[in-house]
């Protein structure tokens, strides 16, 4: 079984559209991110999820809306796409947040957006 | 916030030789240094972390050091082998580096 799943695999879409990326986690645990890693490999946070409520925002423009149904599921949705948004999004969890306790993060398989 | 360099961009070594990697980040704060390894196509994977509490963790061939007071963190590879050609990422809890892309020459 997958530990972190993400759909779809591969995103390719038009700018101006409205587009979003799924993950879930069976791992049981209380905390989830998205980093976007661009043309040059730099891995980005951008969101932190810990069970279901945002614990990390960096700047993102506000065309990024996070979504955490449970803590097993964080969704990403993009509005209004940009060139520039062209990347590999991953989503990750870990058990939790905190920092004398952080732990390992477990990395979905990442989706490759592309927007023309 | 925290901001996390490492160094170097690029690493060719030959098979068997060491390899080393040099991370300093700028937040006296953190306490979790994870570092990944990312294969070409693939998610980065974490080969082994270390905590602040802790001035040294080995793992088999891979070591990492930690010097809070300067605020800097390495990667240690021994007796490197062609598998090992990757791209490794440290971090300072969830703030990556740039990556250093390793490959090892058979």
């Known amino acids: 079984d997958t530990a972190v799943s993400q759909t779809p695999k591969y995103l390719v879409t038009q700018m101006g559209n409205d587009k979003s990326i799924k993950c879930e986690q069976n791992?049981?645990?209380?905390?989830m991110y998205w980093y976007k890693q661009d043309s040059k490999k730099f891995l980005k946070i951008m969101f932190s999820?810990?069970?279901?409520?945002?614990?990390i925002n960096e700047t993102v423009p506000n065309r990024f809306s996070p979504k955490s149904p449970d803590k097993a599921h964080l969704n990403l949705h993009i509005n209004s796409l940009e060139l520039g948004d062209s990347a590999v999004y991953f989503c990750?969890?870990?058990?939790?947040?905190?920092?004398?306790?952080?732990?390992?993060?477990?990395f979905g398989p990442g989706t490759r957006l592309t927007v023309l | 916030g925290e901001n996390v360099e490492q160094h170097p961009s690029t690493l060719s070594v030959q098979e068997g030789d060491s390899a080393v990697i040099k991370c300093t980040y700028s937040?006296?704060?953190?306490?979790?240094f994870p570092w990944y390894k990312q294969e070409l196509g693939k998610r980065p994977q974490l080969i082994i972390d270390?905590?602040?509490?802790?001035g040294e963790k080995k793992d088999q061939r891979i070591a990492v050091t930690l010097n809070k007071t300067a605020k800097h963190f390495s990667l240690h590879i021994t007796e490197t082998q062609p598998e090992d050609s990757a791209v490794y990422f440290c971090a300072a809890t969830h703030h990556f580096g740039a990556g250093t892309r390793l490959t090892v020459k058979p």
């Open positions: 937040d006296s704060a953190s306490n979790y």
């Open positions: 791992l049981g645990h209380d905390t």
């Open positions: 990750a969890s870990s058990q939790d947040h905190t920092i004398s306790s952080y732990n390992e993060q477990f």
């Open positions: 999820y810990n069970n279901k409520e945002l614990i």
């Open positions: 270390i905590r602040s509490n802790v």
